[in-house]
Nanobody, 127 residues
Framework: QLQLVESGGGLVQPGGSLRLSCAAI????????IGWFRQVSGKEREGVAV????????NYADSVKGRFNISRDVGKNIVYLDMNSLESEDTGVYYC????????????????????WGQGTKVTVSA
């Protein structure tokens, strides 16, 4: 049974950076696409970035393009979300989730397409 554990959240000033980690308890991540999502209280969960199972394809929300980068370390079974030039609007609880559907489907980062979710890590961007 796949399990995902996020870490790396915290308080950061606007313009700062954070690296989130999503550790997968699974023999290999190569079978799973991994997405990062965030949720602010009272709002729907939104997709931020997604990485395909082979690791070749990525997609990002328009609001984070050029600032966030998703990557993975296959040997460590960890997917990272590097967040730079953080803004107050980036504040929220960040979740990673896995999917086994085809890339053409999951690249749109609809939460219902992802099957297994971590517990979340909180990111606060504030002066």
């Amino acid at each position: 049974q796949l399990q995902l554990v996020e870490s790396g959240g915290g308080l950061v000033q606007p313009g700062g950076s954070l690296r989130l980690s999503c550790a997968a308890i699974v023999p290999t991540l190569s079978y799973y696409a991994i997405g990062w999502f965030r949720q602010v209280s009272g709002k729907e969960r939104e997709g931020v970035a997604v990485l395909s199972a082979p690791g070749r394809d990525t997609n990002y929300a328009d609001s984070v393009k050029g600032r966030f980068n998703i990557s993975r370390d296959v040997g460590k079974n960890i997917v990272y979300l590097d967040m730079n030039s953080l803004e107050s609007e980036d504040t929220g609880v960040y979740y990673c989730a896995s999917a086994r559907n085809g890339w053409s489907t999951i690249r749109n980062m609809r939460p219902y397409q992802f099957e297994v979710w971590g517990q979340g890590t909180k990111v606060t961007v504030s002066a």
